[in-house]
T-cell receptor, first 117, second 113 residues
Framework: EPEVTQTPSHQVTQMGQEVILRCVPI?????FYWYRQILGQKVEFLVS????????KSEIFDDQFSVERPDGSNFTLKIRSTKLEDSAMYFC???????????????FGEGSRLTVL | GNSVTQMEGPVTLSEEAFLTINCTYT??????LFWYVQYPGEGLQLLLK?????DKGSNKGFEATYRKETTSFHLEKGSVQVSDSAVYFC????????????FGTGTKLQVIP
């Protein structure tokens, strides 16, 4: 069964360092997303991406964050200068569509745990 | 804005017990409602969904009914198994799209033999 894969599964970094989280969405999907979950808190929407551009972003997704689809298969989330409060589980998701309830299901990866020291 | 409130866990049940996890929501219009499950070490998986009022979503013995009058979408299962141990997330999306799913805080379920 097709699945969304994420790397790395866990990354530890120093505050102020740049981090890139990678995702390979399901191959025929066109819509891509990043969500995050700070330990013990809600899963929060960060950004959605379609046709090589951001379609929506939350207030969390500030100038320190960027997304890119560099090669037609990967979908990356970059944090330029990490802060302690960026420590969280980051989930990538993809969907075939978002307007049709029958095809709009989000498929999530297993998550990348980021620890900022 | 949209929000989802679900009962806090952890919930500990014996095998074959009845499960209810409460979920209520606040949203404009008619959102789609979901339950996601996260098994240990795995990602979020869609468990079931309902896209309009009075719809019942069901999967793997779990059920939830979209109740617009009470803005609720409670998850139930008649007889839980140890393998159901996981974190369960109630969620909603705005009418017409899944783009921005709003999640609850999650409820951890532990089923003991």
């Amino acid at each position: 069964e097709p699945e969304v894969t994420q790397t790395p599964s866990h990354q530890v970094t120093q505050m102020g360092q740049e981090v890139i989280l990678r995702c390979v969405p399901i191959s025929n999907h066109l819509y891509f997303y990043w969500y995050r979950q700070i330990l013990g808190q809600k899963v929060e929407f960060l950004v959605s991406f379609y046709n090589n551009e951001i379609s929506e972003k939350s207030e969390i997704f500030d100038d320190q964050f960027s997304v890119e689809r560099p090669d037609g298969s990967n979908f990356t989330l970059k944090i330029r200068s990490t802060k302690l409060e960026d420590s969280a589980m980051y989930f990538c998701a993809s969907s075939e569509d978002w307007t049709d309830p029958n095809t709009g299901e989000l498929f999530f990866g297993e998550g990348s745990r980021l620890t900022v020291l | 804005g949209n929000s989802v409130t679900q009962m806090e866990g952890p919930v500990t049940l014996s095998e074959e017990a009845f499960l209810t996890i409460n979920c209520t929501y606040t949203a404009t219009g008619y959102p789609s409602l979901f339950w996601y499950v996260q098994y240990p070490g795995e990602g979020l998986q869609l468990l079931l969904k309902a896209t309009k009022a009075d719809d019942k979503g069901s999967n793997k013995g779990f059920e939830a009914t979209y109740r617009k009058e009470t803005t609720s979408f409670h998850l139930e299962k008649g007889s839980v198994q140890v393998s159901d141990s996981a974190v369960y997330f109630c969620a909603l999306s705005s009418p017409g799209g899944y783009q921005k799913v709003t999640f609850g805080t999650g409820t951890k379920l532990q089923v003991i033999p």
